[in-house]
């Protein structure tokens, strides 16, 4: 999903029609005041989506590297925070060492994967949302958590801490567990 269609959710949460407005149909009498307000809750979009991805819901990725024994942090398509795993292509553990330039790994590998945990970038409104369609979190959790921190920073300090707790209470549901569905068993009558 548009980190558009996000914000647009949040505004209209916050109940800013007008901007609702302009961020789904261009549509607008102050054009300059609807560019500050979208930069504004951009921010607030990317204070609430690197909430979610440091306390709640870690974004995973892998680098695969072939036939190299130093993997520089320039390789990853974005920085990481936490390297989790490295193996071979086999799944093997690898042994490794991690310094301020990147993974130095033990020998050279034909096949190296690396998963890691990282904090997203800032996005632009344009961009795709790190969380996608099959991942747990949903754009409304998302646009809530984006709701609180705009009226956060615009000094509404009560209606954002509402905010901010349905925006946990959403994130939390979207990681609850679910069980598998049991059904009773049929009788004979």
Do not use: H
């Not at 901007?19 to 204070?47: F, H, I, Q």
């Not at 949302?129 to 000094?155: H, M, N, Q, S, V």
């Not at 349905?166 to 068993?185: D, I, M, Q, Y």
């Amino acid at each position: 999903m548009l980190v558009k269609r996000i914000i647009s959710l949040a505004a209209e949460i916050i109940g800013l029609d007008d901007e609702v407005k302009y961020l789904l149909g261009g549509v607008t009498d102050d054009l300059p005041s609807r560019e500050e307000e979208t930069e504004k809750l951009l921010s607030a979009y990317n204070a609430a989506l690197c909430c979610v991805a440091t306390d709640y819901a870690p974004l995973v990725k892998r680098l695969v590297a072939e036939n190299t024994k130093e993997i520089p942090f320039s390789a990853f398509s974005d920085i990481p925070a936490e390297i989790l795993s490295v193996n071979d292509k086999y799944g093997f553990g690898v042994s490794y060492t991690q310094s301020a330039a990147g993974v130095t790994l033990d020998k050279t590998r034909p096949v190296t994967v690396i998963e890691y945990r990282y904090i997203p970038e800032d996005r632009g409104i344009d961009d795709e949302c790190d969380y996608g369609f099959f991942d747990k979190i949903t754009p409304r959790a998302l646009a809530e958590g984006t709701a609180a921190a705009y009226l956060r920073a615009a000094g509404e300090f009560s209606k954002a801490a509402e905010w901010r707790k349905a925006f946990e209470e959403s994130v939390r549901a979207c990681l609850k567990p679910r069980g598998k569905l049991v059904l009773p068993k049929r009788r004979w009558l």
